[in-house]
């Protein structure tokens, strides 16, 4: 059974930053590109950050600069650092394996 498991959300002030993990079980995780989503209420789930296996990166162009996406195979556990937070970047935050899998998501919240 594939499991990903999201946390590290929570409510930060603009300007802050946190540090999104997803640690995910079932697969051969180190093949497996790796993504974070995120879905703001009323709008469409979009792409922030996306890690190949070999650690190739990408980033929406909004969150360039203050995201990074980051892996470890050896404990499957993917990250996302965001620093620089803003009120826009309020959302569901979500992990997925191979634009395949998912994790139920964590809410991040920039609020003053």
């Known amino acids: 059974q594939v499991q990903l498991v999201e946390s590290g959300g929570g409510l930060v002030h603009p300007g802050g930053s946190l540090r999104l993990s997803c640690v995910v079980s079932?697969?051969?995780?180190?093949?497996?590109?790796m993504t974070w989503y995120r879905q703001a209420p009323g709008k469409q789930r979009e792409l922030v950050a996306d890690i190949t296996g070999e650690g190739n990166t990408f980033y929406e162009d909004s969150v360039k600069g203050r995201f990074t996406i980051s892996r470890d195979n050896g404990i499957d556990t993917v990250y996302l650092q965001m620093n620089s937070l803003r009120p826009e970047d309020t959302a569901v935050y979500y992990c997925?394996?191979?634009?395949?899998?998912w994790g139920q998501g964590t809410q991040v919240t920039v609020s003053s």
């Open positions: 997925a394996a191979g634009k395949t899998w």
């Open positions: 079932g697969i051969f995780f180190k093949i497996y590109d």
